[in-house]
Every structure is written in C-alpha cells, then in structure tokens.
C-alpha cells in the first residue's frame, strides 16, 4: 500500500513580507531607544571629565593658592617675551598626565617644533565623547612685543597651528556689547574680567558670589570646526555667519586646542539661528561654538561649577542668567533651568 507524504508547508510570500515588516517595525521602535542610551553613556563620560577637570583645578589651586591664570603669552612690558600656553599646560600634572607635562617644554611656545609631539598628545579626560571627532588646528594671528619698553604690539600672518583637540573652556568674562544691554541693576563694572579662569590668577576667597553660583569651565565642543544648532558650517559657505574681523573668512573658531594661548572666550550669546555675526546674541547655549557655550548633548550642556560640582544646564537659560553664572562677583540672584 503507498504510503503519501506531504512536504512541509514553506512561507509565502505574504507571510516573509509581513515578518519582514514587523522585525522593521521592532528595529524602528528599538533603535532610538539604543541611541538614547548610548548618548546618556556618553553623557554621563562628560560629566566625569568636567569632574576630572574640577579635581584638577582644585588640586592646583591648593598647591598655588590661586587657581590658573587662563593663558600664558608676550603682554607690554618685562612680559614680551613670555611664552605662548594654556591653563591646561599649566595644571597637566594635577590632571595625572605628569608624563606628559615633563615632557612639554615650558620654555617654547605651544606651537614650538620642539613642542609638536607634546601638543598633539590627545588627554582623553578632555573630550566629550559626543563630539565629533576631528583634527586639531589653531588658525589664528600670532601678537607679539619687541621689547620691554614698546607697548606697540606686531602681528605675524594668520596661519595654522597643529594640537589635539579640547572639547572644554574657561570663560574669562562677558563682552561689553552684553554687559550693555543687561538690565541697568545686573551690568556688571569689569565684564571682561568677571570670570574665575580669566587674564590674572584668582583667589577663591575673590568668588563672593558662592562657588556653588559660579562656574569654572563649559563645554566649547567641535572647535575647530564651527557648528550652528548642530549643523557644521564648511569651509568657504557663504554668506559669513560668524564673528572676527574681515581677514576672519574661514569658519574657524579658535580655542579648541588644549594646548593654545587662545583660551577663555567671552560670553556674547549667539543670534537663535547660529549666526555670530551679529552681536550680542539672546541663544546662551548650543547655538554656536564660535566661543559661546555649545555641547553635542540634546537639551543643554555641562558646566563646571566653582565648587566641583557638575551642573547641566538647559538650552534654554536666558543670557541674564548665564552672565550671572559666569561672574564671580556680581551679587546675581541665581535660577537653574
């Protein structure tokens, strides 16, 4: 007697089409919810760096009784001839990166052949892991003193200068342009000395305003390169959104490299649609990284606060409200956002 036998029933295809469909749907609903838990990963790396960067500055200013200056560099009179670096520089060994620090020569500038292999030394502990990753470069014009007696200063041509990139900053005060058009109880009298890492050292007790009210250091990501609300500016796009002067025609903001003289920016807020060109600005944060506070994080950026707290503040704190967190003397009425 024969015996029949059925084969087994494969898929049709409508059924692979709507298998398919679903393994898309599951991978649609799955996939933000991946990358919304790998940017707090990265988020929360960022806080520990500023923490880092914190525990450094605190560590120098108990060895020197004062925390850095924000660069170093040729000023008019027995100065001229100081060499060109950062509060970086200055606070490697407190950073654990001693190696590094006995191998940067203080007696070259920066920028120094002699100083190359140093300043292209990526520090991990400052980087934001949401940044873009990308080459480092100053372009920007050196200024220099002949002598002790001249207060006449000399301009070399603007030029490139290689390093490793930085992702955090110091904010050294607020440009008058700001400080100008703040209500008449909140102008501040030296707005571009109001910060804590600014051009001279200062002593804790000259932060009357509270170390839990004042920062130290914000996040400045993606310099060199310029970004506006997320979106990178190439280079030779027209028309200049950007500030500087006129020979300033590439989108190039200076400060991103760890090692640069060029450190400490003044807050001066940026036009809503990224535009620096136009100044004051009422965007305090992640409009722009032409030397405003801007993060790669949704909603805000991270600030260091002067007593080694970390804060993430909200995109949308108003410009009063980050000037009064700069100051370290102004008597503002602080509000977190």
Known sequence: MNKLFSRPRGFTLVELLVVIAIIGILVGLLLPAVQAAREAARRMQCSNNVKQIGLALHNYESAFRVWPSQSTGPEPGRNFNARRGSWFTASLPYFEQVGLYQQFNPLLHWHDAGNL?????????????????????????????????????????????????????????????????????????????????KGTAVKLSEVSDGLSNTFLVVECAG?????????????????????????????????????????????????????????????????????????????????LMADGSVRFVAKSIPIEQLVALASRNGQEVISYE
């Open 117 to 197: 292999t140093s300043v292209k030394t990526s520090v991990p502990s400052l980087s934001c892991p949401s940044a873009i990753p990308r080459d480092g470069f100053e372009w920007t014009v050196l200024v220099g003193y002949a002598n002790a007696t001249t207060t006449t200063a000399t301009f070399g041509p603007r030029s490139f200068y290689p390093g490793a990139t930085t992702d955090y900053a110091n904010v050294g005060g607020i440009s008058t342009q700001l400080n100008a058009v703040l209500p008449v109880g909140q102008q501040l009298s030296d707005p571009l000395n109001c910060g804590i890492l």
């Open 223 to 303: 310099r060199p390169n310029l970004y506006q609300n997320g979106r990178l500016v190439p280079d030779g796009a027209t028309p200049k959104t950007w500030s500087g002067s006129a020979s300033v025609t590439r989108p190039f903001p200076t400060g991103g490299v760890w090692s640069s003289h060029n450190k400490g920016f003044l807050i001066d807020g940026s036009q809503p649609d990224g535009s620096t060109l136009i100044r004051p600005g009422t965007c305090s944060i992640n409009c722009s990284n032409d030397n405003e506070v801007y993060a790669f994080h949704t909603g805000g950026a991270m600030l």
